[in-house]
């Protein structure tokens, strides 16, 4: 069980976005920074418009905004937006003729397991990580 | 990110074993209860062996039975022994020369939210399953 690289690239991605200000970013750009095919962060960030956490614009001057000020960004919605929907832990039962989905105390549990995890990942905006000093030094350190 | 179907196929496993007693069960039997092949199974438990928490006996007679009272087997046990040891969100800063590794607050918001998550699964265990109506259900409807 992990969060795949998307969502790492995504959250980085994101992150040059914030300190960016209005200005557009070239995927190549962020592709440059994050030492990554610009094929594959281009559909990482296809993700992340779709959820409206950007915008693009096209032309030759096109490239990427967040949609969102950052304080209205959480990792909560960047990791709904790349991983998939789908429960984290989800009971075979079914396909072996169980019939108590709606009642079993294993699947109510893995949500509540799930909603924790969640909750904490809400609690954190994009804004929150750009004011952590940890986050300061990881940017310094390699973002352009 | 999603859980293995291991860990779903583990956890029902215990279940039976729990639901027995000290009664031995081998793997063809589980397996045909659950409707997978028993290699598949057999390597789940060789995994639950290697943590503690079942026991095998060889033998015309042999089988599976829980290590230890159903009290003392947690879904975080479950979880720790089927799934990868690895946390769930892995930055990949350091392969892009990032040095704040060790201070950043990206890394220990996840590491947080993986906390929460297991808090969760550590407070109920193997006895706790079993004693919900949910379980039961689920139980009666497809285990042997």
Request: proline letters at 3%; hydrophobic letters at 40%; one cysteine or more.
């Amino acid at each position: 069980m992990k969060f795949s690289k998307s969502t790492d690239l995504a959250i980085h991605g994101l992150w040059q976005l914030a300190t960016k200000g209005p200005q557009l970013l070239l995927v190549s750009e962020m592709a440059s920074a994050q030492k990554v095919s610009e094929t594959y962060l281009a559909k990482v960030f296809q993700k992340l418009a779709r959820r409206g956490l950007v915008k693009s614009t096209r032309g030759k001057k096109g490239g990427f905004t967040l949609a969102r000020t950052p304080e209205k960004i959480t990792m909560a919605d960047v990791v709904r937006a790349i991983e998939t929907e789908e429960p984290l832990y989800e009971c075979l039962g079914t396909e072996r003729g169980c019939k108590g989905k709606d009642t079993c105390g294993l699947r109510m549990l893995f949500q509540d397991a799930e909603l924790k995890l969640f909750n904490v990942l809400e609690k954190t905006s994009l804004h929150d990580l750009l004011g952590s000093n940890g986050s300061k030094d990881a940017r310094r350190a390699w973002l352009p």
